[in-house]
Nanobody, 124 residues
């Protein structure tokens, strides 16, 4: 049974930083790419970042490029999202997800497994 468990969300002020973590179990973590998405109430879940199986390739959405960085530690079965210079528009529930692919993926439909999400709230 695949489980993805996010942590690290919270309430911060604009300009602050947070690091989200997502620990995976039930899959050969080092064989698969991973991704982060976010969703606000009433809106579509949107792509944030993806990292390949080795960590050698990453892609970030234009809206977070230069502020957010995805990384992974295969020895710990964990993927991270470092979020700097947070803004109120970054307020969302953040989800990690696993596609059944070694390579980065940006489309929600490419992802098979999802975590339960962690709330990030940025006050102005």
């Amino acid at each position: 049974q695949v489980q993805l468990v996010e942590s690290g969300g919270g309430l911060v002020q604009a300009g602050d930083s947070l690091r989200l973590s997502c620990r995976a179990s039930g899959l050969t973590f080092g064989s698969y790419a991973m991704g982060w998405f976010r969703q606000a109430p009433g809106k579509e879940r949107e792509f944030v970042a993806s990292i390949s199986w080795s960590g050698g390739n990453t892609v970030h959405a234009d809206s977070v490029k230069g502020r957010f960085t995805v990384s992974r530690d295969n020895a710990k079965n964990t993927v991270y999202l470092q979020m700097n210079s947070l803004q109120p528009e970054d307020t969302d529930v953040y989800y990690c997800a696993a596609p059944l692919s070694r390579f980065i993926a940006t489309m929600k439909a490419d992802y098979k497994y999802w975590g339960q999400g962690t709330q990030v709230t940025v006050s102005s």
